[in-house]
């Protein structure tokens, strides 16, 4: 069973480093899109959604007040604050990214590329550290204190093919809507007239948010619904992204 579980563990690791790295190679082959427009995806993810949604969260959630309270006492609260956060944190540093760091960039294969790096650098700090996390704690390293290293060898303990198989189709799923969020986007940021194109990818983003809300305050019960929905939204944010996209920039 130990065996099992490291392997499930060690798959799964590479998975998280091998798919991004996968995707970009291709896409860069395929299209001779420059490494930047990876690189921006990736570093707006950073700074958008690891660092200022999360100082907005320690704000919001971490501090005992009036208006924590009542987000956390109220699951209609809480899935909208944690699906509209993600929404406008992310969305608007796509909109940066395209609109700053990539404005002179005008080809279609620019927003793709920087939707790989937005999602793989999302598959690299959510699942792959974690899965490394609870590589070296199997393998006897010590991670931080003895209650954090015990926490992280029950999580690990818990691993089984199925539960690493859908986090492994969950990331398929995001690196899905990351590229068809980033051509909605994209669009938005070079046509002014398709602006409204940016709100809609912050509904849209919502929207998949909001049953993985509804899940972590257990209104939702079952992951396998929670997944389906991702999926089923992935598809569309992919096909009404590649569909705006070439319909507003040939290039």
Same mark, same amino acid.
């Given at each position: 069973?130990? %065996?099992?579980?490291? &392997? +499930?563990?060690?798959?799964?690791? $590479?998975?998280?480093?091998?798919?991004?790295?996968?995707?970009?190679?291709?896409?860069?082959?395929? =299209?001779?899109?420059?490494?930047?427009?990876?690189?921006?995806?990736?570093?707006?993810?950073?700074?958008?959604?690891?660092?200022?949604?999360?100082?907005?969260?320690?704000?919001?959630?971490?501090?005992?007040?009036?208006?924590?309270?009542?987000?956390?006492?109220?699951? $209609?609260?809480?899935?909208?604050?944690?699906?509209?956060?993600?929404?406008?944190?992310?969305?608007?540093?796509?909109?940066?990214?395209?609109?700053?760091?990539?404005?002179?960039?005008?080809?279609?294969?620019?927003?793709?590329?920087? *939707?790989? *790096?937005?999602?793989?650098?999302?598959?690299?700090?959510?699942?792959?550290?974690?899965?490394? =996390?609870?590589?070296?704690?199997?393998?006897? +390293?010590?991670?931080?204190? &003895?209650?954090?290293?015990?926490?992280?060898?029950?999580?690990?303990?818990?691993?089984?093919?199925?539960?690493?198989?859908? &986090? %492994?189709?969950?990331?398929?799923?995001?690196? %899905?809507?990351?590229?068809?969020?980033? %051509?909605?986007?994209?669009?938005?940021?070079?046509?002014?007239?398709?602006?409204?194109?940016?709100?809609?990818?912050?509904?849209?983003?919502?929207?998949?948010?909001?049953? &993985?809300?509804?899940?972590?305050?257990?209104?939702? =019960?079952?992951?396998? +619904? $929670?997944?389906?929905?991702?999926?089923?939204?992935?598809?569309?944010?992919?096909?009404?992204?590649?569909? +705006?996209?070439?319909?507003?920039? =040939?290039?």
């Amino acid at each position: 069973m130990i %065996m099992d579980r490291n &392997a +499930v563990l060690i798959i799964t690791f $590479v998975f998280a480093i091998a798919f991004p790295v996968g995707m970009m190679i291709w896409w860069k082959r395929r =299209t001779g899109e420059s490494i930047w427009s990876f690189a921006a995806g990736a570093l707006c993810f950073v700074l958008f959604a690891m660092v200022l949604e999360n100082l907005m969260h320690q704000v919001c959630l971490g501090s005992r007040n009036a208006v924590s309270s009542k987000i956390l006492a109220s699951p $209609v609260l809480y899935t909208l604050y944690a699906a509209f956060a993600a929404g406008i944190f992310e969305e608007t540093g796509r909109l940066f990214g395209f609109k700053v760091l990539l404005r002179k960039n005008n080809k279609n294969s620019c927003a793709v590329a920087y *939707g790989i *790096g937005h999602g793989g650098m999302e598959v690299i700090l959510i699942l792959g550290v974690s899965y490394l =996390t609870m590589l070296l704690a199997a393998g006897g +390293v010590k991670i931080g204190t &003895a209650e954090a290293t015990a926490q992280i060898l029950a999580n690990a303990q818990s691993i089984t093919f199925a539960t690493a198989g859908i &986090a %492994m189709f969950e990331r398929i799923s995001a690196m %899905m809507i990351h590229i068809g969020l980033s %051509m909605l986007v994209y669009t938005a940021a070079r046509n002014r007239k398709q602006i409204w194109l940016y709100p809609v990818a912050i509904l849209l983003h919502a929207l998949v948010d909001a049953p &993985a809300a509804m899940y972590q305050y257990r209104a939702i =019960t079952s992951l396998a +619904v $929670v997944e389906g929905c991702s999926f089923v939204i992935a598809v569309i944010c992919l096909v009404l992204g590649r569909i +705006v996209l070439y319909r507003n920039n =040939t290039r």
